[in-house]
């Protein structure tokens, strides 16, 4: 399997947003993680990108499987196709390492959730929030602590007409842009534009439910706008496409709050002291005048 | 709920609510002299759609995008009273009880939470410090400063993962001959530059511990040197509201602006915020409210046909949201009156769950209205871009949810051990709306311990729905929901039982995080089902069990618990109930309440 340099960072496609950390390649669990934890605090956001054989001596070979799938582990044993199955497993576990990363804690002590529209969440965890692609061998895992991150990878080579997709992807603007660009560019112009709309829509947790012609972006650099052409957003919006491993395209979106929320994500340091003793102590207090065994 | 109660609300489920009759509720005084200051805000605020009121939302979503509060709006507001609901009736003011304040103000934060934090409810956040420990005299100071249209400021304190509102705080050392030097600086302040006092939570030790800090009362005109206005900070959410920094070098405060007792402000944040983080839950539902109302517009504007289909999900299952918040925060507000000793665990959950979900909701609402939600400014379809902003800062993100968790997962192993599935149901008023309750009093509220009433009422619930399980439709889905919410407790009982101790500064097992999460929403479900038990049939539609089945459908999706097919005929009954509302221009919550006349 060639992959291009796995130590090279995802190639800039157009003018993104300084704002994003570009991905970076892991290769399993042992990371390195390094890049992503600086990407978190210095940008409040990271993206891995990592191909999902790099995942499989630990689906195959780690007893604590089921118990690092949680509550995924039925719906893994369920999957029929070996390789189904095997890149299911790849994916969340690059999840749960990614994010483990951020929280510093063990893999195995995260839940991750669904949210209703099948968007994953870390449970009780919501300092930071992370999204999920893979297509062929390519799994990328966002994370953010600054607000919704979305991720989507397609194969950088998919010809995607422009003729047939138009009216189900773009907007007026849009298809006046691409309308006018030879073809083989007109197609990889579609593709980035379909995987930036899958991010966007990915991030607020919508998916293809949000009409792709509801919404565009700009030519010079990505920003978000509306159909008739005007800003969508204030700039809390940050998107961007890198090619990643030779062969992929990897767009993300990135929303901020605005809140300046602390740069420690750690999972040790996020209950307050004064808060969690002055509780604690009423509670042993409240224990010792009734003790269990008289109740 | 009796045999006859359940046939009853059976029957209703066949009626068309589209053309029900509103029954009138009975209340007590307090609530009826409650819902009419209401209905006076919402009448003096006026039409919210008529594009030439000066308090309508183009007015309000203008003034936003140019960053200033709404002067206009705020002035009336003052002169209407406002700062009384903050002020308890025993020194003068109106505040009687927490839930009805939360009604008097969801006029306001149905056009605007910048507005209602601005120049509302940050007033009693800052001050009800003073409500729970202050002397007499600071108490009838504050009386006074409120009722005469004063804004009052809160400093906080420093939380673990603060963000920019909650991070840096104050320190406040022993001043030779009394009182204190206060020092420090704070960039983000809500009303700092125009407060007419600072409630300071001031480190008072530099110990990590829950003596560490004390709450002072001051009086920014009788500052002395060592004060200095910092510049307004321009946010992304509430831009309107005047964020700014203090900076205190070595300032001279006087003795007697201790609120409370030395060493008691950790404590005393404990117990106000509680009544905080219900009345934010509360009064934000109000906001959702407004983009609700504008999705059902977008999806029926010129549409003489049924709403399409593909909306029919969401559009109910916000709705289904909404209710679903509502209860618990209704329930909770309730609570703060009728069981102040028990109630801090149900306000942090609330808090840590109300938001979250109206967060999901705003998602769902952006892929109903589509391009439309992406007209900034305009009254019909601008709320959704404002409320995307204004809500993290409501809610204040991580951190606030955090401070939760804070306070859930010290209990966890107790409620465990001592509380669920041996605790005895709370009384019915709780439930109960127009039944009478006691007046919030600060001085009452604990701040850990009591048990934990919400989930005693969740197994009670459940066991009188038990017969009508397995008899099909949606009187059966509840109970299976109910049963299921059940089940989710009892293997929460398992896990939280073998919790190790808790103890500050390190985190033994962060699995407690995760189990905070499931409780909460345990608790979530256990108020729809309350109030869904507490109706007394006046009004049909919240008697009928379509909009309970298909909130604690979406709370028990979000556990991942095994939900049941939604019943026939609950999507149609909620989304006529929602048409019927949108049509009257009432609102999506537990009141329905009328628009304006």
Redesign the interface.
Known sequence: MTLGDPTTKGTAMTENDPRITPPVHISGPRGPWQQVREGMAVRGNATVCTTWGEWLPTVVGDPHLRALLG?DWQRYRRSPDPVVRARFAASRLAVKYTAAAA?A??PG?I?L?????GRPYL?????IDVSLTHTDELIAVGIS?L?RIGVDTEPAGRRMSFELMQDHVCTFDEKQELAVLPEQEQSAAMLRLWTLKEAYTKA???GL???FT??GFGVAGPALL???G?P?A?G?WAFGTWSTLGRYLVSIACH???????R??R?????????????????A???QS?P?AE? | MTKELIHATMATTAETFAARTDRVRSRGPEESAALKRAARLEALLGDPHDPANPHGLTALFAADDRRETPAETEQLLAEAGLGAEFVPAEYGGRLTRADLLAKVLRPIFRRDVALGFGAGITSLFATSAVWAAGTERQRRNTARLLTDQGRASILHHELAHANAILRDEFTARPAPGGGHLLSGRKDVIINAARADAYVVYARTDPARSPRSHSVLLLDPDQLGAGVRHLPRIETTGMRGCQFSGLQFTDCAVPEDALVGRPGEGVALALRTYQVNRCLIAGTVVAAADTVLHSAVRAVTAGRSRPVARRWQGPLTGVFADLLACDSMASVALRALSLLPDGTHVLAAAVKYVVPDLLRENLEELATVLGSRGYERGGSAYGALDKLVRDLPVAGLGHAGTAACQAVIVPQLRALAERSWFAQQEPPPELFRTGAELPALDYRLLSIAGGGDFLAASLVGSAARLANVRGVGGQMAALADLAEAFVTELRALREACRHLPAITPGSLADPAVCVLSDRYALVLAAAAVLGVWEGQDGSDPFLAAPAWAVLALSRIGGRLGIPVPELPEGCVEMVLSELVHRFRAGRSCDLDATAPAQ
């Open positions: 509550r929280l804690l063990d002590d839940d959730a669904y949210r209703l529209g449970r009780g965890f919501d300092q602590r607000g607020i947790g919508q439910r949000l009409s509801e919404f509306a159909p008739d005007r969508a204030r809390e901020d709050c605005g809140l300046d929320p602390s420690d994500t999972v040790q340091t996020m209950l307050d002291d004064g808060f969690l003793g002055a509780v604690a102590e009423l509670v207090l409240e224990q009734e269990l109740r």
